[in-house]
Structure formats: structure tokens, C-alpha cells
């Protein structure tokens, strides 16, 4: 409940996870059960996948645009992942913080280290899979990928998941409904902060010390 006008600048949260590690899962569930919360929606220049939609999941442009964007500063980060290009709106991203609202930054550790080198306060949450078996198969039942693309993803994973260290929290992706129910927990504790309470409970602190 807001007892008070006031708003504090939301919390920027980075997630991280290899290829298959279910990270895009876990954000579509915890955005269906958090208020107040959004995820950046990145610029790519990968072909869309069945399913997605421009604008939605992506926003899906040509390298030249990329790079016409990349000239105006209009990212906050930007890397090459498989050969195609993801960049983060640095507009978007920032309107959203001044209004209070808390943003998800799906990304890889490239640019969770150019996130925190511009947003130190920023929090970094890292997915691990139980195994590397499980990855794979997980890989395979997407059925988004050919097996050398596969390969490719599973040979790039160790060198995602050896940036660990550089985040706040790890979650193991093991059981979906426990891994949700601990991106919960992190955001519900990081909103019960003095320095967020302060400022949403201000009126009702300010009526208890009358």
C-alpha cells in the first residue's frame, strides 16, 4: 500500500544466465506477479524468432540502424552475442528509474559490466543451471536452434557462467516455481529498504510522530 505522493527511483536489476538457463521464462512469470516492475525491451539485429514480436520481445533492426544508434549514444550498453548485435535504450531505461518504476535488464555479462560501470547501484542476478546435461537438453527442446548453433551456445555458457563473481545473487534454475519464488524474494526484500520505505511511508511516519 502507498501511504505517501512521493516516489523513490526504482531499483535497476540485471539478469544473467547461458544460453537456456530460463532466464526469459523466469521474467515473464515474475512480470505477471510484480507490480511495478518492467522489463527493457533490447535492440537486436538477430532475425526474429517463431513467435516473437517486433517491439514486444525485441525491437529488431538493421546493423546500419545499430550502429546509427550506437553513434547517438542512444544506449546504455550495447554487445555482440552469436554474431548479432543487443543493445539497451538508455532513454527508456532512465524515464522509467525517475518514475519509480523497477526495470529488468535481460543481458550478458558484457553488459552488466557496462551497466554497473554507469549504474554502480545497480543489482546483478545471476542464473545458474543445476547441470550442464540439463542445459543442453533444455538447448535441444527449444527446438530454436541447429546442433552446431547448440554447441556453440553450450561452449560459450562456461565462459558466461565464469562471470558469476560479479553478481549479487545467484539463483540455481533447478525447480522453476522455487528459482520464481527466489526472484521474488530478492525484489520484495530490496523494496522493504529504509530508502525506499522512508520515502513511499513518509506520510504515515510523519502521522505515527505527531
Not at 28 to 50: D, G
Not at 54 to 78: M, P, S
Request: net charge neutral; charged share 25%.
Amino acid at each position: 500500500m502507498n501511504h505517501s505522493t512521493y516516489k523513490s527511483p526504482g531499483t535497476l536489476y540485471i539478469i544473467s544466465a547461458p544460453s537456456g538457463g530460463g532466464k526469459t521464462s523466469l521474467v515473464n512469470a515474475l512480470l505477471q506477479s510484480v507490480n511495478n516492475l518492467e522489463v527493457s525491451v533490447s535492440y537486436t539485429t538477430r532475425p526474429a524468432r517463431p513467435g516473437e514480436q517486433d517491439g514486444v520481445n525485441y525491437y529488431f533492426i538493421d546493423e546500419a540502424t545499430f550502429n546509427k544508434l550506437i553513434a547517438e549514444n542512444a544506449f546504455l550498453e550495447h554487445a555482440n552475442v552469436f554474431d548479432n548485435y543487443y543493445g539497451t535504450s538508455r532513454q527508456w531505461v532512465e524515464k522509467k528509474l525517475q518514475a519509480g518504476v523497477d526495470v529488468i535488464l535481460e543481458i550478458d555479462w558484457q553488459g552488466a559490466e557496462q551497466i554497473r560501470r554507469l549504474m554502480p547501484q545497480a543489482i546483478g542476478i545471476f542464473i545458474l543451471p543445476p547441470s550442464w546435461k540439463a542445459l543442453e537438453k533444455r538447448l535441444q527442446e527449444r527446438a530454436q536452434d541447429d546442433p552446431a548453433v547448440i554447441a556453440k551456445r553450450m561452449s560459450e555458457a562456461k565462459d558466461e557462467i565464469s562471470h558469476y563473481h560479479e553478481y549479487d545473487y545467484l539463483i540455481v534454475n533447478d525447480n522453476f516455481a522455487r528459482a520464481l519464488g527466489d526472484l521474488h524474494a530478492i525484489i520484495h526484500v530490496r523494496r522493504l529498504r529504509k530508502v525506499v520505505q522512508k520515502t513511499e511511508l513518509a506520510t504515515l511516519i510523519a502521522k505515527l510522530l505527531l
